[in-house]
């Protein structure tokens, strides 16, 4: 399988910039999800793929195909960019048979007779719909549904395949199954995919690779770990998961660790910079709920100690969420131990607390 | 891959004419069906002599003699206080029933409201007929209560107000069906606040209610009006004997009676009426367009609440009975009774005289049974026509990423806002000018172009909204399936829009069926069609068969909304 490679991709509707300059290689065979805010840009950029928006500027290839490039004046119709695309509202055909929606992109390539019965079955089994290939849409599930639209997008083998938060009509279990199920096909047929994700929890759970984007503009791209552990800027950090942001300054710039005053908390903080910082320049530092430390030995190293009170507790089965005030700060912790007494002392690992350039305001 | 058998190999099917020639192609046969026939008729008007004689310059004199004639300005005159008189009283009754019917608890509400429809859903000239063999001043009821009752004839149907009572008898339903679809549309629970304020029923209704269908009203009204300066069937029936002349008898009767005939003038006048009408409904979109404002926000709307009308329950029942009475069922009994006996007068009992002589007048007489048989093959061929056309057009304009495709979404409504009569002298002009043999017009196709033209909007209105309610992924699922932009729209689009397209062949049919004003400057022997045989033939003095002849085009009208209504669910007034 190919792989992808989009640069410079840009489109407006009328003076509103749905996607600004984006760029994204996604390695062949790899399931590369886009992810971000309502309006960010991500159907654009799928259905720019797919060929069916009309980008004003970049390029979009797949392998050796170029399948849009403005300035060579190149922009092959949907039809023949062999783009298998499952929409998010599904777009099974109801006139159609399962086996007829499926044997549709067969038939437009003349596929005929026993061949394409036997495409057809095949793709049908590969979706686990085998037995229903008589049946109409409306006696499907919406679980069966999309799989129909994915046999569909998958019976003629397409270069790419594209799927536009295909889980988002279906309920929680559901979608956790489909998930699986899903990314084991994907990785099972090693065909290069990109997906629009409708949480993060579907693109920190199946993806090899997360595009985060926002405003039209790529922000960061990385596997989930980098996106969790490591995001790119404070936008990135505060949309993915939870994160606790604290305002301050500078103190001290250091070439490892930087000291932060932050307001309301009597002792700096040392903290990781992800870009050189200038002494007195405002910074935001950000620390995951999850890698603060409740009660921590007193020799443990590396770690800002800061006393805070429980402010208030939410179970949360496997695990409690606490809500916790650090001077004139507000922490949020999460941790599987119980905090007994109303005062702890914290840990904020120095290595996994972030310093971002910049104020509260994440542009 | 987990595959055993080999992958799939094929090569794309094409269409053989790219999408983008399609659609220019269509989009320039919409346009030149729809916008080119004004062409010939605003050339005509400014042009000396008729366009089918040599010679001729450009003049201003057609428009110079129409505004410097006195009869022009009387007919104006007459058409404007017609066209006030219905819109005032279609909107005040329409609205009425739109209340009466979903917001009170009048008794038998259900039956009344689908069944003062029926001036909707059959044709109009039969019913008109009905109308004036009952009360003209020679009609049956006219004339029985002159010789069996003390009371007074208050109406006059030969007079101004006369005709716009028989107008406002049709147009009121319109009114409703309108004013019902906002009253329907709107929240109750908006209702209920002014009630728990402390406000009496009617006072909320007055308030609160008619306030908020007021776009639908103003609507309604636009529409009313624009339709009664057009109407001619009306002040041709009625009109003629008290030579009351309107916009639409005057340019008949110059084009027709007058000798030598005043093309030139009734062109000029044609595009006088034409630029009027086209003016009005551009106001009316600017006022409604800006419905936003009435528009109802927020929360879930709760079902409409009754209005009880104690006392006046029952008073108010008697009186919608009568009205529908004297409105639908003597009109229409009269319309039977015309077609069904030898002579209907009161001093003979009807029933004695009853006969099918005047059916089989209609069978006998060629003009009549081809005006039969030339109607239906107009609606059904022309239907089906019109209905594939409209199909394709409104893909190109709502599902197509063509550059002109908004062009075609404003041209395909806008043959609602061109009156009949336009219609049918731009396409005389139109085959004067690219078919001097006269081979078009001496054939169905002249006029079935005509009314497949006319009707354009009607079957649009009915089928757009079914196609906005298919989701375009679907269609965008054909394309990155492979199929190119036509492949889509013949695999998919159309399969999935094949009740749609049912609905609106049977709008169509029933529309052509009984169109006839376009017909007026377009039929030769031979191409009669049922409506302009019906008026031609009552205007001579042949009651009867002009009456049997309505009723089988009522007939013909009822059976197949019948057999829409079971196929394809077709509702009158969509
Ligand atoms: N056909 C269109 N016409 C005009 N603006 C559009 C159109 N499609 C998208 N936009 C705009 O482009 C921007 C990006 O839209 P897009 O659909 O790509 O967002 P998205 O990331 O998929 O959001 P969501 O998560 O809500 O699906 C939005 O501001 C949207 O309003
Ligand atoms: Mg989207």
Redesign the interface.
Known sequence: MPDLQISGLTKAFDDNVALDDVAIHGKDGELLTLLGPSGCGKSTTLWSI???H?PDRGRISVGDAVLFDREQGIDL?????????V?????????MTVADNVG???K????KGA??A??VR?VLD?VELGDLAERYPHQLSGGQQQRV?LG??L???PRLL?LDEPFSNLDAKLRERARTWLRDLQR???ITTVFVAHDQDEALSMSDRIVVMDHGVVRQVGTPEEIYDAPADLFVADFIGTINLLEGHVLRPNRTHVEVAVPGISDPLLAAPTQPLAADAPVTLAVRPETIVIDPAPDQAGLNRVDATVVDRSYLGDHVRYRLQAGSVTLTVQTSQTIVGSTVALGLPIDRTLAYAGGGDRG | MTAATALPTGRLKHSWLPAWVTQYLLWAGGLILIVGPIIPVVWASLWSTPLYEAGGSLTLANYQDLLTDPAWWEAVRNSVVFAVLTTIGSVALGTAMAVLFTRTDLPARRFFSSALLVPVIIPGLPLLLGWTAMYAPAGYVTRWIDEHTPLPIFWDLYSVPGMALVSIGIAAPVVYLLARGALASQDASLEMAARSAGASPLRTLRTVTIPLVRPALLNSSMIVFALSLEVLGLPLILGTSNDIQFVSTYLYDNWLNVVPSQQGLVSAGAVVLLATVTVLLLIRNRLTGDVARFHTVGGKTTSAATVKLGGARWPLFAATAAYFTAVIVIPLGGLLLTAFTTILTPSIDPWTVLSTTHFQKVVDDPVFSRSITNSLTIAIVGGALATVAIAALAIVAHRSSFRHRTSLQYAMVYPRAMPGLVTGMAFFWSFVILDPSGAIRASLWGIGIAFAVRSLALGYSAFYPQLASLGEDLDRAARTSGADWWTAVKTVLFKLLRPAMGVSFVLLFVAMLSDYDPAVFLVTPGTEVMGLTMLKLWIAGSAGPVAALGVIQVAITLVVLGFGRLLFGVRPGA
């Open positions: 797919a060929g069916l009309d119709p949907p039809e023949a960019r062999e783009c298998g695309v929409f998010q509202s599904y777009a099974v055909w109801p006139n549709y992109p067969l437009l390539r003349r596929v061949e394409r036997d495409r095949e590969l639209a569909r997008a019976a003629f083998p594209l099972e047929i090693g």
